[in-house]
C-alpha cells in the first residue's frame, strides 16, 4: 500500500507542473538569451596574411552576407586591433589592409566580421611573421666574379648564389659620362652587366634584395657595396686585321701607331711586323730567303692604373718552340722593352712569356703606381723562324 501511496504523490505532482507550464507566456524563456535568438555574420572568406617589413597585408572576401559592416583584426592577445569598413556591393567583396607599425615578431591574427548591430561572426585565425632590421642584419650583396673598364664601357660580371636564400636580384647606381645617376636593375637569373657609358674615375655601388618567404609583400636590401673600377689599359690596332702603316707593295708592311717597330724587326727591305697572310696578321719572320733578327722589338706604350693586370695573347702559329736564342712577350715600366737576353733579369721587366708553341698567352703583372708601361714582343731568330698573332689584350685580373 505504501509503494501504490508514493506512486500517487508523484503523479499528482507532475500534473501541477504540466498545468503550470502550459499557463506560462511562451516567450518567458528569452529573458535567457538576452532577448533574442543569437546571430552570427558571415565569417571572412579565402583569408591570407603576407609578411613585409614592419607590416603585413591582409587580403580575404565578404561572400554572401548582406549585413557584413565591418571587419576587425586582433593581435598581441587582442591588445591592438584594427577596424576596416565594408561596404557590399554584391555578392563577393574584397578586403585588402595593410597593418603597419609591426616590431619584427611572430604575430597570430584574430579576424572577425561584424554587422550594424554589433553581430560578429566565428573568428578566423592566421599567423604570420614580420620581418625587421635583424633580418636585414643576415644578408649579404651577391659576389662580384670581376668588373671590367674599358674606355666608358663597364663590364660587371656576377657570381651565382644559392636560390634558397630569398634572392631576387641587385641594384646598380652609376653615374655615366653626362654626369646623370642611373639606376639598374639585374635579376638573379642575369649574371652580366654591360654598362655603355660609366664615368671614368667615378664608383658604382650596388646592393642585393631579397624575399624571405615568396609571397612577401616586401624586397629586403643588402648594404651598399661601393667599387671603384679599374680602368684596363687600351691597346691599339690590336686585333686581325692589323693595319699597316706602309707596305712594300705585296706582302709585307710595318705596323701603324700606337705601335713602335725597331728597325732590326724592319727584315723585309725596310718593312716588317705586318704580313698580309692570314688576314693581315701581326708576324715577325725570319729566314726563307729574309735575313735573321736580332733584338727585333714591336710594342706599344699605354697608361695603367695601379692594379694587377694580365697581358693576353693569341698565337693562330709560331715554331719558336725549336728557336734557341729567344722570343718573348715582355711588359715594361715605362718606354721600351729589353733585348732578348735581358729579358729575365731587366728590373723594369713587370712580366714576361717565353714564346713556344701555338696557343693564348698570359702574362700576369702588378703596377704599384699609376705609369706608363709597354708591351710587346721582342725577338732574336737566326733561323727560319716566325710567330702568326691575332689578338693582344690587357684585362684587369680577378
Known amino acids: 500500500m505504501k509503494k501504490i501511496k508514493n506512486i500517487i504523490t508523484t503523479c499528482c505532482i507532475l500534473i501541477v507542473g504540466v498545468v503550470i507550464y502550459s499557463c506560462t507566456d511562451d516567450t518567458e524563456y528569452l529573458k535567457y538569451t538576452e532577448g533574442g535568438e543569437v546571430s552570427y555574420t558571415a565569417t571572412i572568406d579565402s583569408l ?49 589592409q595593410i597593418i603597419d607599425g609591426l616590431d619584427e615578431s611572430i604575430y597570430n591574427f584574430v579576424v572577425k566580421t561584424f554587422d550594424a548591430k554589433g553581430n560578429s561572426s566565428i573568428p578566423v585565425s592566421r599567423t604570420a611573421e614580420v620581418y625587421g632590421e635583424r633580418y636585414m642584419a643576415s644578408l649579404f650583396n651577391r659576389p662580384l666574379d670581376k668588373n671590367v673598364l674599358i674606355g666608358s664601357e663597364l663590364t660587371i660580371t656576377f657570381a651565382d648564389m644559392d636560390r634558397g636564400t630569398g634572392v631576387q636580384g641587385s641594384q646598380v647606381e652609376y653615374t655615366n659620362t653626362s654626369d646623370e645617376l642611373v639606376m639598374v636593375y639585374v635579376d638573379i ?3 652580366v652587366l654591360v654598362i655603355p657609358d660609366f664615368k671614368g674615375g667615378a664608383s658604382f655601388r650596388y646592393r642585393t634584395a631579397f624575399k624571405p618567404v615568396s609571397d612577401a609583400i616586401d624586397d629586403f636590401y643588402s648594404g651598399y657595396d661601393e667599387i671603384t673600377p679599374i680602368q684596363a689599359p687600351v691597346l691599339g ?16 708592311g710595318t705596323l701603324a701607331e700606337p705601335w713602335i717597330t725597331n728597325e732590326a724587326a724592319k727584315n723585309h727591305g725596310g718593312f716588317g711586323g705586318w704580313d698580309e697572310w692570314n688576314g693581315n696578321i701581326f708576324n715577325l719572320e725570319s729566314g726563307w730567303g729574309s735575313p735573321f733578327i736580332t733584338d727585333g722589338k714591336i710594342y706599344q706604350v699605354v697608361a695603367a692604373e695601379a692594379a694587377t693586370f694580365r697581358l693576353k695573347v693569341e698565337v693562330l702559329s709560331t715554331n719558336h718552340d725549336t728557336n734557341a736564342d729567344g722570343a718573348y712577350f715582355v711588359v ?3 718606354d721600351g722593352i729589353p733585348n732578348t737576353a735581358d729579358v729575365t733579369t731587366a728590373p723594369e721587366v713587370l712580366g714576361y712569356k717565353k714564346i713556344g708553341a701555338a696557343g693564348s698567352y698570359s702574362v700576369e703583372f702588378t703596377v704599384d703606381e699609376p705609369t706608363d708601361i709597354s708591351v710587346g714582343q721582342v725577338t732574336t731568330q737566326n733561323g727560319d723562324h716566325f710567330c702568326n698573332i691575332t689578338s693582344w689584350e690587357i684585362v684587369v685580373a680577378n
Open 189 to 191: 637569373d642575369e649574371s
Open 332 to 334: 715594361t715600366k715605362g
Open 237 to 252: 690596332n690590336a686585333a686581325v686585321p692589323f693595319i699597316a702603316s706602309e707596305t712594300n707593295g705585296g706582302r709585307w
Open 48 to 96: 591570407e596574411i603576407y609578411s613585409g617589413q614592419n607590416r603585413v597585408k591582409l587580403e580575404g572576401l565578404i561572400i554572401g552576407d548582406p549585413k557584413v559592416t565591418e571587419v576587425r583584426v586582433y593581435w598581441n592577445n587582442n591588445n591592438d586591433s584594427i577596424s576596416i569598413p565594408v561596404n557590399r556591393t554584391g555578392n563577393i567583396d574584397a578586403v585588402s
